[in-house]
């Protein structure tokens, strides 16, 4: 397994492997954020197939009720393994790893990310990793889908910290 920063010719293969609930693909967003410098965007691969992704987003977590107790804190977003079949083999484990260290290497003394507050696993795994729960906030966001419906969600997030 490799761990590498998304180029814009890995996008197609994110698109074809790794699924999108919205119509139009969040690997180009999250591309286009990592182009701009706001985000690095990175892809795990197993032979030349992406199994796994993650954004670190330089600017912190997008809730204001996160940012007023984290004012710099990166936040590791949209961390997803596919297929379902390949996880619990240690590649979450390995791209929050390495969106650590870029972390650390640019200096930041605190990383973040939110998990809903309905998906235990993903919490017992950021414990374990050494992160602690820290704030609940309303992740809001929406999406349109394949047919051109929009649709609004706001879940219940904790977001949870390391120290670097
Ligand atoms: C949550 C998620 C990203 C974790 O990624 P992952 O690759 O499965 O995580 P890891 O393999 O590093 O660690 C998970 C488990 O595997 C175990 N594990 C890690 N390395 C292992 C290895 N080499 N061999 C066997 N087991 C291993 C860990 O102890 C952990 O235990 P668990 O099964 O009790 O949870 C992944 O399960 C996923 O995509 N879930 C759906 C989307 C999601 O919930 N994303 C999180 C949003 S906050």
Same mark, same amino acid.
């Given at each position: 397994?490799?761990?590498?920063?998304?180029?814009?010719? &890995?996008?197609?293969?994110?698109?074809? +492997?790794?699924?999108?609930?919205?119509?139009?693909? +969040?690997?180009?967003?999250?591309?286009?954020? +990592?182009?701009?410098?706001?985000?690095?965007?990175? /892809?795990?691969?197993?032979?030349?197939? $992406? =199994?796994?992704?993650?954004?670190?987003?330089?600017?912190?977590?997008?809730? $204001?009720?996160?940012?007023?107790?984290?004012? &710099?804190?990166?936040?590791?977003?949209?961390?997803?393994?596919? $297929?379902?079949? !390949?996880?619990?083999?240690?590649?979450?484990?390995? !791209?929050?790893?390495?969106?650590?260290? !870029?972390?650390? &290497?640019?200096?930041?003394?605190?990383?973040?990310?939110?998990?809903?507050?309905?998906?235990?696993?993903?919490?017992?795994?950021?414990?374990?990793?050494?992160? +602690?729960?820290? =704030?609940?906030? !309303?992740?809001?966001?929406?999406?349109? &889908?394949?047919?051109? /419906?929009?649709?609004? =969600?706001?879940?219940?997030?904790?977001?949870? /910290?390391? $120290?670097?």
């Amino acid at each position: 397994m490799r761990i590498s920063q998304c180029r814009e010719e &890995d996008l197609d293969l994110l698109d074809q +492997h790794m699924p999108s609930r919205e119509a139009t693909s +969040h690997h180009e967003a999250r591309y286009a954020r +990592h182009r701009e410098g706001r985000a690095t965007f990175l /892809v795990a691969w197993r032979d030349r197939r $992406p =199994v796994g992704s993650c954004e670190v987003r330089w600017e912190g977590c997008a809730a $204001p009720e996160v940012r007023a107790v984290h004012p &710099d804190c990166p936040e590791v977003n949209g961390l997803g393994i596919w $297929p379902e079949t !390949l996880r619990s083999e240690g590649i979450g484990t390995a !791209l929050i790893r390495e969106a650590e260290r !870029l972390a650390a &290497d640019r200096g930041c003394r605190v990383i973040g990310l939110g998990v809903e507050k309905n998906n235990p696993r993903a919490k017992a795994l950021y414990r374990r990793l050494g992160y +602690h729960a820290s =704030v609940p906030y !309303l992740d809001c966001w929406s999406y349109e &889908d394949g047919a051109g /419906v929009a649709h609004r =969600v706001a879940d219940a997030c904790l977001f949870m /910290v390391k $120290p670097l």
